[in-house]
């Protein structure tokens, strides 16, 4: 039962393999929670935000407007939903949907 926890665990220590020798190579992938569609779609909706200005940039503290950013992130959003079609849930295409058509009022709102 030992061998196998050991197995899980990834190695810290740097690993021979050829031109990559003392890199460090992990012998398992991390154990990361999926991001779930609708987490991933608010954070281009968040940054669409951002560049409009109705949210302050956490990175720089800064209140910007970029109008020509949130219309590609739209863009972005507009694309997925096409690319998706027919794959989403109920709820996610409710969230993608309204979450297009606030930003788009928004936009027009900036100009």
Known sequence: MAE?????KVSAEPQT???????YIPTQE???PKLAFGDFVMSLGTSAYVSLGKIQD??????????DAASQIVEI????GEKTKGNLDKE??????????ELRIAIVESR
């Not at 196998?4 to 899980?8: A, C, I, L, M, W």
């Not at 996610?92 to 058509?101: A, I, P, T, V």
């Open 4 to 8: 196998e926890s050991d197995k899980r």
């Open 17 to 23: 393999l050829g031109d990559n020798a003392g890199v």
């Open 30 to 32: 991390p154990s990361n």
């Open 58 to 67: 956490p990175a720089f503290g800064q209140m910007e407007p970029d109008i």
């Open 77 to 80: 959003l507009e694309m997925l």
């Open 92 to 101: 996610e295409e409710k969230l993608l949907g309204g979450l297009l058509y």
